[in-house]
């Protein structure tokens, strides 16, 4: 349990540090497209900031997803015949994504993060989804992968 | 029966409220107000009001009688933020009847500010006869369209417009009325001495604003005053002229809502920086000069702020009626010298100060 609850953390964390880097960069990207000049500095600080501020608020929409696309992984993942990782990174992307259109939804603005505006920063949120499910299940070694690795060495 | 139960409530209630370092008096002009975004004082001293779902509505200022102006807004969007939003009159109202009203029209996935104008009969019981005289860029969803009107002295008209939320960046695109300020003659028409032609955009006034709620003419000054809301803080006060760049979304001294950075940028040359700046936010959304003083609604605030002018700097002298943990959406100056507020609620009054 102790495992699975740290999995979990480092999940959240690393994908949320990773999602706030990102999403820095394209805003920064489209200030340039503006002929605005971010050096190195500026880019480092922003980012920093932002890793700071913005990721807590990306680490409440992905752990509530988590709560309910890691047991469906779970799920999905026991009843396979080769299990592995794999679904528990899908499970991550698709609930991350439905968690934005939930989101967006309800809450008054139209787009809550700014980079889910264009596709390629959508797919670039999503997929920090899909590494937070990747890392739960390598960290937790809760997949039927890690479990059939563990099985076979016992043999 | 009504008016006489608002005007007990109102005396009974509000009537010699002391403040800080004055005394106002308010009064409940009318209640039961629908999300009433904006208002106008007919000569006759009466109101017409509108609500964002599409009402507008005609206000005794004296015996608070509240009726329904019959008005058939074509595509009105009302949604959300969008709706009905401000109506004016025309310079010559007296004589040409003319009122002008903003609005979103349009669909979900399609939708603008949009301002048209028509006739107001004698008995402020309809308005008839409407054409729409401007469009703006079309956007997706129901958030930030400005849609505050005023009057320069040459008779061109002034409306606000916001960049749509997700359409930030579009507020530096000069081939796109979203987060601009746009001047036209009284018809629509392009005026010969706008500061930019851009064909995609030709009445572009100024540009770089967010989601102008407020804009006043200051003949007094000779001076064009506005407010924005800015995102998780910088809300601006600002001095408009003519083809300036306001910034946004270049420079802000907000950040997001999801607390990233808009911009790390508060400062670039070639943008205005602001008159001053509110963070965190209050949410300016109604703006009006009275007796040479500036006056700024707050719906996140809740409050009303009274701005002096001193040493050519607007200074804040005071707050109001924050103690009524209201949301205030509009404030206007009456003929009658008192100080006009509208709530912002689906059960809004409006609220008469004199001091």
């Known amino acids: 349990m102790i495992r699975i609850a740290l999995a979990f953390l480092v999940a959240l964390v690393v994908a949320s540090i990773t999602a706030a880097i990102i999403q820095t960069q394209f805003n920064i990207a489209a200030l340039q497209d503006w002929s605005v000049e971010i050096d190195w500095a500026l880019r480092k600080e922003a980012t920093f900031h932002d890793i700071i501020n913005f990721s807590p608020t990306f680490a409440i929409i992905l752990g509530t997803s988590l709560l309910v696309s890691l047991p469906v992984a779970y799920f999905i993942d026991r009843r396979r015949p080769n299990p592995e990782p794999i679904w528990f990174l899908v499970g991550g992307a698709v609930g991350l994504w439905v968690a934005f259109l939930i989101v967006d939804a309800l809450l008054p603005m139209p787009t809550l993060i700014a980079v889910n505006r264009t596709l390629p920063g959508l797919v670039s949120m999503v997929a920090c989804g899909g590494l937070a499910g990747y890392l739960f299940a390598r960290v937790s070694k809760i997949s039927s992968y890690s479990s059939h690795q563990s099985e076979g060495a016992a043999a | ?355």
């Open chain 2, 1 to 355: 029966m009504k008016a006489l139960a608002l005007s007990v409530l109102s005396l009974a209630l509000y009537a010699g409220a002391t403040f800080a370092d004055e005394e106002i008096t308010l009064s409940v002009i009318a209640d039961d107000l629908n999300q009433p975004w904006g208002l106008a004082q007919l000569p006759d001293q009466s109101w017409l009001v509108t609500e964002r779902g599409g009402r507008l509505l005609h206000i005794d200022a004296n015996s608070n009688a509240t009726q329904t102006v019959a008005l058939n807004l074509p595509n009105l969007f009302a949604e959300a933020q969008a709706g009905l939003f401000e109506v004016l009159l025309a310079p010559d109202f007296e004589q040409s009847r003319k009122v002008y009203l903003s609005y979103a029209c349009g669909v979900a996935s399609r939708n603008t500010t949009c301002v048209s104008v028509g006739m107001l009969n004698q008995e402020a019981t309809e308005v008839s006869n409407l054409e729409v005289i401007f469009s703006g860029t079309d956007k997706k969803g129901a958030a930030h369209y400005g849609g505050r009107m005023t009057w320069l002295p040459d008779a061109t008209l002034l409306l606000t417009l916001g960049d749509g939320f997700d359409y930030r960046e579009q507020a530096q695109n000069l081939d796109s009325y979203l987060g601009k300020i746009v001047r036209m003659n009284a018809d629509g028409s392009v005026p010969e001495d706008n500061p930019f032609r851009h064909k995609e955009a030709p009445l572009i006034y100024s540009y770089g604003h967010r989601n102008v709620q407020g804009i006043v003419y200051d003949a007094e000054r000779d001076a064009i005053w506005q407010h924005e809301h800015g995102p998780r803080g910088g809300d601006e006060l600002n001095k408009i002229e003519a083809g300036k760049n306001y910034g946004w979304p270049l420079v802000t001294y907000g950040i997001d809502y999801t607390g990233a950075y808009v911009s790390p940028l508060q400062k670039l040359p070639g943008t205005v920086q602001p008159l001053l700046q509110w963070t965190p936010s209050l949410a300016p959304a109604g703006l009006a000069l009275h007796n040479g003083d500036l006056w700024v609604a707050h719906l996140a605030g809740q409050r009303l702020q009274r701005f002096r002018f001193v040493d050519g700097k607007w200074q804040q002298s005071q707050d109001f009626l924050q103690e009524r943990e209201t949301r205030y959406r509009a404030v206007a100056s009456g003929s009658d010298g008192r100080l006009y507020i509208l709530e912002d609620s689906p059960n809004a009054k409006l609220l008469a100060i004199s001091y």
